[in-house]
């Protein structure tokens, strides 16, 4: 019994042993501030093997940080699906349904989208150890997240429209519309709201904010305005000359496309610069909860966002030093950026009567009628 006993004894040692080992090589990953079984998680997630995201930013935009996520956590493999922001929305709403849900995590620029699929109970609540990190305006009940903060602006032919004749406010965007209307004569986009969530975020957020939107929806038609379902399709026409001029785009990618473009110009309204975010959630019955976790955290952490912002995805933290983070980006289109905050507001127009509205007065506007 004796002998029993003690080799019982050394069993516990041993174990005790690679149990206090163990911990360095969980731990070694866990930033200071993290509460302490955060090791935990990590382990999970790692033995869950795989995280799936559904989203709206394009695999090349999103390469840095997935190959800094790839090399801090080994173990977890990503499953990217660029679906488009209505796409990730109504797969996310159609597999719910089912009974069948495939996102871990859904990484939306369609803020109201995001805010709805919390109202519908498809989201899982989880407070971040990052969640100090971010803006109260950039949360939303401890279950959405801003990961990013982009600025809504103008790009330019700068072969067809010099810098000084870029308008510069929104009332000189729309003079500019109703005095050039021949030189404009369908040479002038945008997007498309019905096509593209962020298109429908973009212009319904000016319809909150601003006085003279169906103004500018008005000028827009008057010049036989065409309507595009990204901005990546309005960068090739404006490059071509086939478009003069594109507003209410996604300014972030204005800023990376003007390096590489010698005729293309960005600019930011001088008045009121708006500015969307890319926001992250963790889906309800997620396949790989813990691995949703750790992706959530790891984007929102200094590391995961300067990774983001070498991909041109402006920071929403002020300490990242790669690109653009929220006070240079600030201070780029002139102090008077504003970023659209995460609230019940967002889900105006994505009433059914209010929606229909939106889209009858759109399409009046653009008809002349």
Known sequence: ??????????????????????????????????????????????????????????????????????????????????????????????????????????????????????????????????????????????????????????????????????????????????????????????????KSGSGFLHHTNDARQTKDFWDLAKAFGAVSGRTYSSSGSMKETVVSGENVIAFNIIGSYGLQWVKESPNLGVAFGKDYTPAFSRVALITKKAPHPNAAKVLVDFMLSKEGQTALAAGGIPSVRTDVEQGFNLKSLTERVGGNLKPIALDDHLLEYLNPQKRVQFFREWKASLSGS
């Open 1 to 194: 019994m004796k002998l029993a006993s003690k080799a019982m004894q050394r069993l516990s040692w041993a174990t005790a042993i690679l149990a206090v080992t163990a911990i360095p090589a969980l731990a070694q990953d866990v930033p200071a501030a993290y509460p302490a079984d955060y090791a935990n998680v990590i382990a999970a997630a790692k033995k869950e093997g795989t995280v799936t995201i559904y989203t709206s930013t394009d695999q090349a935009q999103a390469q840095p940080f997935l190959d800094a996520f790839a090399k801090k956590f080994p173990g977890i493999k990503v499953e990217y699906n660029d679906l488009g922001t209505n796409g990730a929305y109504n797969r996310v709403i159609s597999e719910a349904a089912a009974g069948q849900v495939g996102a871990d995590v859904v990484w939306s620029s369609a803020m109201d989208y995001q805010v709805s699929l919390v109202k519908g109970g498809h989201t899982e609540a989880y407070k971040s150890p990052e969640a100090s990190n971010v803006p109260d305006w950039g949360k939303y009940k401890d279950t959405l997240y801003a990961t990013s903060v982009e600025p809504i602006g103008i790009i330019y032919n700068t072969k067809a429209l010099p810098e000084n004749r870029v308008p510069k406010t929104r009332a000189e965007l729309i003079k500019f519309l109703q005095d050039n209307k021949s030189e404009l004569k369908g040479k002038v986009a945008t997007f498309d709201p019905e």
